[in-house]
């Protein structure tokens, strides 16, 4: 089962040279490679989490070099797991992207873009989630960022390309100082493997310990978008095409926090900063609720919820218990389906109603029942309404919060629980304005937004200030009658509209519903395959053995 463990990270890989090849003038066995692939990993993550769960960890040493020579891939319970939660919504994202037909039919893009860099894309968070080195985990970090950057700025459009920017330059400083990590572990520990560091830095002055373990923490808290770090979030996410969005916000953020319970639990064990990681679990959910409360734009809304929610997380990691891990792992696998699903609905709604702003859309549950639903059940999951999955995450949390019975994890109690209250708020908002009030005035319910014609005149209505997506951005829908295709104009882009959703992007976004449903159904094995992993993280040995052969 070992030789499985580089095959998620290898796939994707040898695709997207397949893909890069044959796409330019075989678009549909571009579309095929990419699904059949996709597929396969996730074949081969639920292959990995049963045997990691029979057998323990599994390693590979590519090109048969020991540590801290060769790279080395490690697959536990809690990589396995995070690796088949992603394939699944991957894959769900790739086709709800076929439906939408954003690599084919968008003119300012080629065609053979799309599918090679969201494989790169994807072969990033596998070898992020199966590093055994802080010098692969960079490079996982560095292959996301390449794809992140041509998949954020599909289309070219000036907006795009302004938060396609803010998110580079982000993402460059904190890759500067995770290199900066890296050189001064190196140098004070001799090795990179995270089983040979967590032999030696125990060995180390306090003081280094500290100054490694701080600039580490800095790194990845500017990944998962803590407080005060994520601010560039929401000005980058929305402006993407919904695919793009969706898997960015389900995804990305998590690797982030993936990154801080490897190093926490492995290589800095004691818990010597779960003040300071509480105290920032709770300014996270607090700033970012009541910054999604403050919203009027779905996508905005939404990315906030986000910050809010990833505090959850971080609440989890600080406490540092058995109990605490256990629900932190479950609900970064809730989050992970739940937030994808949230962001394709609202794909879909502004392909329904016309624009994502909700002052202007509503009547969408008598207009579109299906899609009521498909944002119904995510919204009250997100929100922690028993017996969803959410609502178990939350409650595992919270119940290693009583039983630390810290003043901080009081706190955290307490801040969990308004937070819960205002996304309860937040997602009945949405419902509210977009599916249960009427219509407002001149608002085009007969039609679905397909794609982009042209985005030449995106900055022509917008001051120096004025960012798409706020509210500012004027919608002219043109009339037409029913069953028929006729043009429009949407945030000062001309638009083509029809009577349906897509199937395809309706299937994969009730596919996304359908996993995290299935994360309530199976709850009992879900929280006990993670009580069990949260138990291998703390126990260490397993690992360390594994990979050094002791």
């Not at 040979?196 to 998962?224: C, D, N, S």
């Not at 900063?273 to 905005?300: E, N, Y």
């Not at 929280?527 to 138990?535: K, L, M, S």
Request: one cysteine or more; proline letters at 6%.
């Amino acid at each position: 089962m070992n030789a499985l463990v580089p095959l998620p990270v290898l796939l994707p890989l040898c695709a997207t040279g397949l893909s890069l090849a044959f796409g330019t003038r075989l678009k549909r066995f571009q579309r095929f490679i990419s699904v059949a692939v996709l597929t396969l990993v996730l074949g081969l993550s639920a292959g990995l989490m049963a045997a990691t769960q029979s057998k323990g960890p599994l390693s590979v040493h590519l090109g048969d070099f020991p540590p801290p020579l060769g790279i080395t891939l490690v697959a536990d319970r809690l990589s396995a797991l995070m690796l088949t939660v992603s394939s699944a919504v991957t894959l769900c994202v790739l086709v709800y992207s076929l439906g939408q037909g954003m690599a084919d039919r968008d003119e300012e893009t080629p065609v053979a873009v799309f599918h090679p860099a969201y494989l790169i894309l994807v072969a990033g968070v596998s070898c992020t989630f199966l590093a055994g080195d802080l010098v692969n985990l960079y490079v996982g970090f560095e292959i996301m960022l390449v794809a992140s950057f041509v998949l954020l700025t599909l289309g070219g459009t000036g907006p795009r390309i302004r938060a396609g920017s803010t998110y580079v330059i982000i993402s460059l400083f904190s890759s500067m100082l995770f290199l900066t990590a890296i050189a001064m572990t190196y140098a004070a520990a001799g090795t990179a493997n995270f089983a040979q560091l967590a032999q030696r830095l125990p060995e180390l002055p306090l003081g280094v310990q500290t100054l490694i373990q701080a600039m580490l923490l800095t790194v990845f808290a500017i990944k998962a978008a803590v407080f005060p770090l994520g601010a560039w979030l929401p000005d980058s996410y929305p402006t993407a095409p919904a695919p793009v969005t969706a898997v960015f916000a389900g995804l990305l953020t998590k690797v982030g926090v993936y990154s801080m319970l490897r190093t926490e639990t492995l290589l800095f064990p004691g818990n010597r900063v779960g003040d300071l990681l509480m105290a920032l679990a709770l300014a996270s959910m607090i700033v970012g609720i009541l910054g999604a409360v403050a919203q009027t734009d779905l996508k905005r809304l939404f990315s906030f919820t986000l910050i809010s929610h990833i505090g959850y997380m971080i609440f989890g990691i600080g406490l540092a218990t058995r109990q605490a891990y256990g629900g932190a792992i479950v609900y970064v696998t809730h989050h992970i389906t739940v937030q994808t699903t949230l962001f394709l609905v609202a794909g879909l709604m502004e392909r329904r109603g016309g624009t994502t702003e909700l002052t202007r859309t509503g009547g969408l549950a008598r207009a579109a029942p299906l899609l009521a639903v498909l944002y119904l059940v995510p919204a009250l999951n997100m929100a922690g309404i028993p017996p969803f999955s959410g609502f178990i995450g939350k409650l595992g949390l919270m119940r290693a919060g009583v039983a630390d019975g810290s003043v901080w994890a009081w706190l955290l109690v307490a801040g969990s629980t308004a937070t819960s209250l205002l996304t309860l708020y937040v997602m009945a908002k949405v419902w509210n304005l977009a599916f249960w009030r009427d219509a407002p005035p001149g608002q085009a319910l007969d039609g679905t937004v397909l794609e982009a014609d042209s985005d030449e005149d995106d900055d022509a209505d917008e001051g120096p200030d004025r960012m798409p997506g706020t509210g500012d951005e004027p919608v002219h829908p043109l009339p037409g009658p029913a069953g028929r295709a006729f043009a429009a104009t949407l945030h000062g882009r001309a638009i083509t509209t029809t009577t349906r959703l897509p199937r395809t992007m309706v299937a994969a976004t009730a596919a996304g519903v359908a996993i995290s449903l299935a994360f309530t159904v199976f709850a009992g094995p879900l929280t006990g395959y993670t009580d069990r992993a949260a138990a291998e993280l703390l126990r260490r040995t397993p690992y360390i053995e594994e990979v050094l052969g002791r």
